[in-house]
């Protein structure tokens, strides 16, 4: 062991730009951006939709820029894994998701799998448990992980259902923002807490404005609001919460950076922006902030 600590690696989701994918690549690029994480789900980058060929141009491009590819997002949606009686198109969806992934040069899909439940023995974690742990599988046998983001439970709580799986497959992509924003869990006991799962990271801030139940935020399958509450999912302008530029929100950036250092995380840390007027500006500055840290 040398001792030298390598710089952070900074990575930004191209879709935050909201420009395309290729604009957004060249964006990356210039605000000096190392690597980005992109949307794989529909439109050009779906895997239906990608040739071999158009993935090894889409490869070759990428590396042009002298960018990596983080993770690509495998997000579907429709309260993830929860509902039983779609998850086998869901999986296999997944897995071609992975499969593109692995192709272009990334071992990491970062997915949402829908509210953990409480209750180990309901029919919605059977669910849930069965869906990840057959991806699980097929991402251990690629050297490739799904990484859950951080947010609709506690770290704990999903230690908990992370625990359970034959293998770490199914793993974590740590969203400190979601964390401070949804459950008020703490961000830097939460990289300690799930220290053997982190495989990527989201750099996003915001502030909790109320307690809120996650469920009005995430959704959760046969789940309804009552009649005096109200969807809370609006990050620039509802009650719940707020996203904001890196540094104005209530991620601790200086022990939660020292807590991944601590723990041995040497991945991206992914800017994601989800709401402003002005993207390019927001994300420019975050990569700013971020390598003024390291």
């Given at each position: 062991?040398?001792?030298?600590?390598?710089?952070?690696?900074?990575?930004?989701?191209?879709?935050?730009?909201?420009?395309?994918?290729?604009?957004?690549?060249?964006?990356?690029?210039?605000?000096?951006?190392?690597?980005?994480?992109?949307?794989?789900?529909?439109?050009?980058?779906?895997?239906?939709?990608?040739?071999?060929?158009?993935?090894?141009?889409?490869?070759?491009?990428?590396?042009?820029?002298?960018?990596?590819?983080?993770?690509?997002?495998?997000?579907?949606?429709?309260?993830?894994?929860?509902?039983?009686?779609?998850?086998?198109?869901?999986?296999?969806?997944?897995?071609?998701?992975?499969?593109?992934?692995?192709?272009?040069?990334?071992?990491?899909?970062?997915?949402?799998?829908?509210?953990?439940?409480?209750?180990?023995?309901?029919?919605?974690?059977?669910?849930?448990?069965?869906?990840?742990?057959?991806?699980?599988?097929?991402?251990?046998?690629?050297?490739?992980?799904?990484?859950?983001?951080?947010?609709?439970?506690?770290?704990?709580?999903?230690?908990?259902?992370?625990?359970?799986?034959?293998?770490?497959?199914?793993?974590?992509?740590?969203?400190?923002?979601?964390?401070?924003?949804?459950?008020?869990?703490?961000?830097?006991?939460?990289?300690?807490?799930?220290?053997?799962?982190?495989?990527?990271?989201?750099?996003?801030?915001?502030?909790?404005?109320?307690?809120?139940?996650?469920?009005?935020?995430?959704?959760?399958?046969?789940?309804?609001?009552?009649d005096h509450e109200k969807i809370a999912s609006d990050a620039e302008s509802g009650d719940a919460f707020r996203?904001?530029?890196?540094?104005?929100?209530?991620?601790?950036?200086?022990?939660?950076?020292?807590?991944?250092?601590?723990?041995?995380?040497?991945?991206?840390?992914?800017?994601?922006?989800?709401?402003?007027?002005?993207?390019?500006?927001?994300?420019?500055?975050?990569?700013?902030?971020?390598?003024?840290?390291?």
């Open positions: 062991m040398s001792g030298i600590i390598e710089p952070w690696k900074i990575g930004v989701i191209v879709d935050s730009f909201r420009v395309g994918v290729r604009e957004g690549l060249v964006k990356a690029r210039n605000i000096g951006a190392d690597g980005v994480q992109i949307y794989a789900v529909t439109g050009e980058m779906d895997p239906a939709n990608l040739s071999s060929t158009a993935r090894k141009e889409w490869k070759s491009y990428i590396e042009s820029l002298g960018l990596q590819i983080s993770a690509l997002v495998g997000d579907l949606g429709g309260h993830g894994f929860q509902d039983k009686t779609v998850n086998a198109a869901k999986i296999e969806k997944s897995k071609r998701i992975l499969d593109l992934a692995v192709e272009l040069g990334t071992n990491v899909v970062t997915t949402h799998i829908g509210i953990v439940p409480n209750d180990k023995n309901s029919e919605v974690y059977e669910s849930m448990h069965l869906a990840c742990d057959e991806l699980s599988k097929y991402a251990s046998s690629m050297n490739a992980f799904f990484a859950i983001e951080t947010g609709p439970e506690t770290a704990a709580h999903l230690k908990g259902f992370l625990d359970g799986l034959s293998s770490k497959g199914v793993s974590v992509n740590f969203d400190p923002a979601n964390m401070v924003m949804v459950t008020g869990d703490d961000p830097v006991q939460g990289v300690h807490t799930l220290k053997d799962y982190i495989v990527h990271t989201h750099a996003k801030d915001g502030i909790r404005l109320r307690e809120v139940d996650p469920r009005l935020i995430y959704g959760a399958l046969g789940f309804e609001p009552m996203e904001v530029p890196l540094g104005e929100g209530g991620v601790d950036w200086g022990n939660y950076l020292k807590a991944l250092r601590d723990i041995g995380y040497n991945g991206y840390l992914t800017i994601e922006r989800e709401v402003g007027t002005n993207p390019e500006v927001d994300i420019a500055a975050a990569v700013q902030f971020l390598k003024a840290r390291n």
